[in-house]
């Protein structure tokens, strides 16, 4: 699976922004979508994930109530919309995929796209 991130950009505190993750190949509902975040100088942590029918969610808690994963099979693409950023949310936003169950961890993924920067003004 090929993973191509895009969507990011600079943005005021407050402000929107929708990532999208387009997904090579033919079993994209077979996997387990997550998005995870770097910020400078910090690990990578994990942000929000999706199962492969998109029946199951979960978030960090820091971004519960502003940001939604979603996504559509029949694009191969999964999408992270981001509401009421801060500044903290600032990094490289990159998505992954996993085969087999959802996992919050980075290393449990298989695929990972190039990231794409959220920079976010105060």
């Given at each position: 699976v090929q993973l191509q991130a895009s969507g990011g950009g600079l943005v005021?505190?407050?402000?929107?922004?929708?990532?999208s993750c387009a997904a090579?190949?033919?079993?994209?509902s077979s996997y387990n979508m997550g998005w995870f975040r770097q910020a400078p100088g910090k690990?990578?942590?994990f942000v929000a994930r999706i199962s492969g029918s998109g029946g199951i969610t979960y978030y960090r808690d820091s971004v519960k109530g502003r940001f939604t994963i979603s996504r559509d099979?029949?694009?191969n693409t999964v999408y992270l919309?981001?509401?009421s950023l801060k500044p903290e949310d600032t990094a490289v936003y990159y998505c992954?995929?996993?085969y087999y169950s959802g996992s919050?961890?980075?290393?449990?993924?298989d695929f990972w796209g190039q990231g794409t920067l959220v920079t976010v003004s105060s």
């Open positions: 005021q505190a407050g402000g929107s922004l929708r990532l090579s190949g033919r079993t994209f690990e990578r942590e099979n029949a694009k919309q981001m509401n992954a995929a996993r919050a961890r980075s290393r449990d993924y």
